[in-house]
């Protein structure tokens, strides 16, 4: 009888256990699958924000490009002729011969996804490291550098405009006088910095500190390509 009862008990007792087992290992498979899907979202998520920093990115490199174009117009040495064709190549706008002179262009990747995960702890579904790292550099060194590069530059472009103002009240005049033309206009430019040593090494130093931005750009993008790179390897393990 006591037998009976303890073979009775016995499986009862391992009935409980395999049935906690079993759901916990339910429990557990639920949470990593769970864990998963979480994993690839913000996966997928950080992909897509990619692609729109790569678009942004293009956009700033051939702004950039172009006002560097620019100043190689206007620093060319010597008192020669300027070459408008070159300058119509790039733009026949005053305005926009004056704004590389006068403001400085901002670097405002769209990082709403990158923050977004940063916030609500999710990069924690991120199992690779690389990844991680790769996001810590892009965001956070490769974009101090270039807001570092910005903000070098807005200080000497605001030095800018009361210097012209002061020293080459022609050039302020000519910009807003609807009967000068863009050529004549980046003439009187042009002469204004060749005139004026002072000008003209604000012209120069300006030049460099959008060659060196550039720069900081290209390994911006670099990074971008790499985290790319890393993103599609751990979506397809």
Known sequence: MLKNYAIK????FVVIILGITVSFWLNELSITNQDEKERIKILSSLQLEINEIK????????????????????????????????????TTSKNRIETFMV?????????????????SGDLK???????????????????SHIETAVEHEKQLKQSFLPFITVN????????????????????????????????????VMLKRYL??????????????????????????N
């Open 9 to 12: 008990y016995s499986i009862e």
């Open 55 to 90: 678009f942004y990115c293009d956009e700033k490199k051939q702004i950039w490009g172009n006002d560097i174009r620019l100043l190689n117009e206007f620093l060319t040495t010597g008192t020669g002729e300027l070459n408008i064709d070159n300058i119509l190549k790039i």
């Open 103 to 119: 403001l400085f262009r901002v670097f405002d990747p769209p990082l709403n996804r990158y923050q977004s995960i940063i916030n």
């Open 125 to 143: 579904y991120v199992k690779s490291e690389t990844v991680k790292e790769i996001l810590s550099r892009l965001h956070n060194t490769s974009l």
């Open 168 to 203: 080459h009240p022609e050039v302020i005049l000519a910009r807003n006088n609807n009967s000068i033309s863009v050529d004549r206009y980046s003439k009187i430019l042009k002469e204004a910095i060749h005139s004026d040593n002072r000008l003209e090494a604000k012209f």
């Open 211 to 236: 060659e060196f931005k550039t720069s900081i750009l290209q390994v911006y993008m670099i990074n971008l390509e790499d985290l790319k790179a890393e993103i599609n390897l751990a979506l397809d």
